[in-house]
């Protein structure tokens, strides 16, 4: 069976951040895809990147601005880690990368129209 290359500083990612999050808490914070609110960075784990991609590896994880990746295909490969090895590949634009983690980050990501403050003096 074939598998899957990366070429010239191509990058490609699995387990792009598209669903519900579960805070630490265990808060469901239901996803914000179709929505102005979703109009942020995602995180992508990174499976395999071209021979020009020097500064980031396969197992790490990296943020990408948004739209800066391709719709995802549903691929088979061996080294998928599903039982199925079938997993969705994203490929991502190396100008899009903002941040590389070598773990997984739970964060939140909100978008600032979504948050309304007031500053309030307690007497």
């Known amino acids: 069976m074939p598998t899957i290359k990366a070429y010239r500083d191509n990058i490609l990612c699995t387990e792009g ?41 396969p197992g790490q994880w990296v943020l990408v601005e948004y739209g800066r990746w391709t719709e995802a295909l549903e691929l088979k490969d061996d080294r998928f880690e599903t039982d199925s090895k ?11 990368c903002l941040a590389v983690s070598d773990e997984k980050i739970n964060n939140l990501n909100i978008a600032s129209d979504a948050i309304e403050a007031q500053r309030k003096t307690l007497v």
């Open 17 to 57: 951040d598209f669903g519900d999050q579960v805070t630490g808490a265990g808060i469901i914070i239901k996803s914000t895809i179709g929505s102005t609110d979703g109009v942020v960075p995602r995180w992508f784990k990174v499976f395999e990147v071209g021979p020009k991609i020097d500064w980031l590896a």
């Open 86 to 96: 079938v997993d969705k590949v994203w490929k991502v634009d190396p100008r899009g």
